[in-house]
């Protein structure tokens, strides 16, 4: 079994930024990589950001590469989304997810909201 808690989430002012946190626990050699879905209101899941077991990172879409950064430290079983320059279409609520060996994303945290408004 793998936990997933995140953690940062909050109310921020547009142009500002935001650090999420992600911490696992439990079976954390059976995750491969670690990353962020958001599901913004009335609307489906969308993939953020993800970061391999070795560091590489991808993400969604190149607005997103610009704004936010994705790392992971293993020594923690950590992983961080740093955003910047937030706006209001980033307001959403951000899952941490993490996927076994078959590259499903398999483990999920319960959520943190993340609401940009003036």
């Known amino acids: 079994q793998v936990h997933l808690v995140e953690s940062g989430g909050g109310l921020v002012q547009p142009g500002g930024s935001l650090t999420l946190s992600c911490a696992a626990s439990?079976?954390?050699?059976?995750?491969?990589?670690l990353g962020w879905f958001r599901r913004p209101p009335g609307k489906g899941r969308e993939f953020v950001a993800a970061?391999?077991?070795?560091?590489?990172?991808?993400y969604n879409f190149e607005s997103m590469k610009a704004r936010f950064t994705v790392s992971r430290d293993n020594t923690k079983n950590l992983v961080t989304l740093q955003m910047n320059s937030l706006n209001p279409e980033d307001t959403a609520v951000y899952y941490c997810?993490?996927?076994?060996?078959?590259?499903?994303?398999?483990?999920w945290g319960q959520g943190t909201q993340v609401t940009v408004s003036s």
């Open positions: 997810a993490g996927t076994s060996s078959n590259s499903v994303w398999s483990y």
């Open positions: 439990g079976r954390v050699d059976s995750v491969y990589s």
């Open positions: 970061v391999s077991r070795s560091g590489s990172p991808t």
